[in-house]
């Protein structure tokens, strides 16, 4: 064998180890954290189970996230009380044992019994919400509400009678994002794929559906706010064009197409290499992670005003367009980072809209630890009309 053959095997090796099929997730035994004196136990009520998961299991996510994936456990939020206190995070956040808390973290590991965490990424949930419909409120939810009211800052918040139109509204931010343009009196379009378009129209009460390619659409669409979420056509200022001369923002939220094009990738490519028996081609695998830098921030009161930064929108802003400044990308791992505050603010008024019945998430499927991997199953082959919660 030659050298070259030598690297190539070991590349492929390590590739393969971190395309981790849902099937080979397992559950396994440790004992929770109680050495941290600004750190928390946290006995699990509900996590969820989300696409952002498979992303992380299969290192798609913008992040390097762990040297070996067999030490990652799935779930990036959860719901639950508070079992153990370390003393300065009692005296620091004022939490106490009993404490009904959410928290949110990319890399939190929620599908499990108990959770080890920093005091500091854990916030309280009033005892009258069920567990189950809180967490779906946690990260979905949050990140509409930061989108329509936050995102551009104040003067660009959405507001009734606004044409609202949402890419991939199927899916978990999208749903949140129709619900909560609904419940501020604005006239909703929804982007997904036929087969959900009943659900869309009579279930999420949409005013119009339509599909999920907007190559099709009609060049007469007006939008006051865009929220796309799969960046369909990979130009993220594609639906720059159905935005209204007057027109309040396009908010780019995600790569969702994208993201379920590498994953079918990495679906067939770990198919192939097993049906030639780890014979060796100068082809490879396509597999690594995809480093994105931070973003730089250089005023964190002015974290919703900043425009996009990616390639596309960085050739824009170098164009003359009375659009620009309508332009925005929105990560809701960065704006909790940034600020906390406005979480906490956020978090507590969507609660309470959940107390009154405002809100309500849509639920698709619960299920028990052992039952994650066809939990991501179903998630990676698509089609669910809600979340799915783990209740352990």
């Known amino acids: 064998?030659?050298?070259?053959?030598?690297?190539?095997?070991?590349?492929?090796?390590?590739?393969?180890?971190?395309?981790?099929e849902p099937s080979l997730i397992q559950l396994q035994s440790n004992l929770p954290n109680t050495s941290r004196r600004t750190g928390v136990v946290v006995e699990i009520e509900a996590s969820t189970v989300?696409?952002?998961?498979?992303?992380?299991?299969?290192?798609?996510?913008?992040?390097?996230?762990?040297?070996?994936i067999d030490s990652a456990t799935t779930g990036v939020d959860c719901v639950g009380r508070l079992v153990w206190c370390g003393d300065l995070a009692q005296k620091r956040d004022n939490l106490k044992i009993g404490d009904r808390v959410f928290c949110l973290w990319p890399f939190l590991g929620g599908n499990t019994r108990f959770a080890s965490l920093p005091s500091e990424h854990v916030h309280r949930v009033p005892d009258s919400v069920d567990?189950?419909?809180?967490?779906?409120i946690v990260r979905s939810y949050l990140a509409a509400i930061q989108i329509l009211y936050r995102t551009g800052g104040m003067d660009k918040k959405i507001k009734k009678a606004h044409r609202v139109l949402v890419t991939g509204a199927n899916g978990n931010i999208g749903r949140a994002v129709v619900e909560l343009s609904k419940s501020a009196g604005a006239i909703v379009y929804a982007s997904c794929m036929k087969e959900h378009k009943a659900f869309m129209?009579?279930?999420m009460d949409s005013d119009k559906w339509l599909?999920?390619?907007?190559?099709?659409?009609?060049?007469?669409?007006?939008?006051?706010?865009?929220?796309?979420?799969?960046?369909?056509t990979g130009n993220p200022r594609y639906l720059l064009k159905f935005l209204s001369s007057k027109g309040v923002k396009l908010v780019n939220?995600?790569?969702?197409?994208?993201?379920q094009l590498n994953i079918l990738k990495q679906i067939q490519q770990a198919a192939e290499l097993s049906e030639r028996n780890g014979s060796i081609t100068d082809e490879g695998i396509d597999c690594g992670i995809e480093i994105m830098p931070k973003?730089?921030?250089r005023n964190k009161e002015d974290i919703y005003k900043q425009n996009a930064i990616s390639?596309?929108?960085?050739?824009?802003?170098?164009?003359?367009s009375p659009f620009m400044s309508n332009i925005y990308d929105y990560d809701l791992f960065d704006s909790i980072e940034e600020r906390q505050d406005l979480m906490a603010d956020d978090m507590s008024l969507l609660f309470n809209l959940l107390e009154t019945g405002i809100i309500r998430p849509k639920i698709a499927l619960e299920v028990g630890l052992h039952e994650i991997h066809l939990a991501q199953e179903l998630i990676e082959a698509g089609g669910l009309q809600g979340a799915i919660v783990c209740r352990p």
Do not use: Q, Y
């Open 295 to 297: 973003k730089n921030i």
């Open 50 to 68: 989300s696409f952002t998961d498979c992303l992380i299991r299969r290192n798609l996510f913008s992040v390097p996230v762990f040297d070996s």
């Open 211 to 232: 599909n999920e390619d907007p190559t099709t659409w009609s060049d007469n669409l007006s939008m006051d706010i865009i929220v796309d979420c799969v960046c369909f």
């Open 311 to 320: 390639v596309f929108s960085k050739i824009a802003n170098a164009m003359t």
């Open 253 to 259: 939220v995600g790569n969702a197409r994208g993201d």
């Open 131 to 136: 567990p189950t419909e809180a967490v779906c």
């Open 201 to 203: 129209l009579d279930v």
């Open 1 to 20: 064998m030659t050298n070259h053959e030598t690297m190539l095997r070991k590349t492929l090796t390590k590739c393969i180890e971190r395309i981790i």
